[in-house]
């Protein structure tokens, strides 16, 4: 099955910083690669999401870069604020003809005001 | 902004007790969904239902694991003889259509502790 790789696991950066999280996939059949952020005490929350036929999406200070060959994609922040302090997890669905994302573990972000 | 929730927000239990989480998925939702993530580890499926049957299961999901919804709002998970190991967060989701591009809205959460 497939297999979805995370780093790093946590991540600190001081407000106005970039941050970057990278995620590697193991199915080369995975074709929808959705982005949660999870803030305490909630549920996770989709930000963003990229399909296979995509390099790159970006929605106001998020991006998300998809490389098929690799099989990696990634999540860029820029300009972090406090409010973007949450765990964020990547995930990777389609392989196998399944519509249940394989999650990775997650990352911690902390933004220090 | 309709949202999915759960019931109890943590649920403790001894041993080889019977526990029923309760999650009440989006209304027009047609298609629900349990996770689990046990602490410090990734968020893992456990099974996917429509129209009152599973859809889909994953190897945890074991004969331990049922799964109802009894009546047109609530989703339930019972664990019928919970471990040690089923320590675990709960989080049940719902979505429109089980198609891989469409939005999984997740629950809160329920955080289970088993003594």
């Known amino acids: 099955g497939e297999n979805v790789e995370q780093h790093p696991s946590t991540l600190s950066v001081q407000e106005g910083d970039s941050a970057v999280i990278k995620c590697t996939y193991s199915d080369s059949a995975s074709n929808y690669f959705p982005w949660y952020k999870q803030e305490l005490g909630k549920g996770p929350q989709l930000i963003i999401d990229i399909r296979s036929n995509v390099g790159e999406k970006k929605d106001q200070r998020i991006a998300v870069t998809l490389n098929k060959t690799a099989k990696h994609f990634s999540l860029h922040i820029t300009e972090t604020q406090p409010e973007d302090s949450a765990v964020y997890f990547c995930a990777a669905t389609g392989g196998g003809g399944s519509y249940i994302p394989t999650f990775g573990r997650g990352t911690s972000l902390i933004v220090h005001p | 902004e309709p949202e999915v929730t759960q019931t109890p927000s943590h649920q403790v239990t001894q041993m080889g007790q019977e526990v029923i989480l309760r999650c009440v998925p989006i209304s027009n939702h047609l298609y629900f969904y349990w996770y689990r993530q046990i602490l410090g580890q990734k968020v893992e499926f456990l099974v996917s239902f429509y129209n009152n049957e599973i859809s889909e299961k994953s190897e945890i999901f074991d004969d331990q694991f049922s799964v109802e919804r009894p009546d047109g709002s609530n989703f339930t998970l019972k664990i019928r003889s919970t471990k040690l190991e089923d320590s675990a967060m709960y989080f049940c989701?719902?979505?429109?259509?089980?198609?891989?591009?469409?939005?999984?809205?997740f629950g809160p959460g329920t955080r289970l502790t088993v003594l």
């Open positions: 989701a719902s979505s429109v259509s089980p198609r891989s591009y469409n939005e999984q809205f």
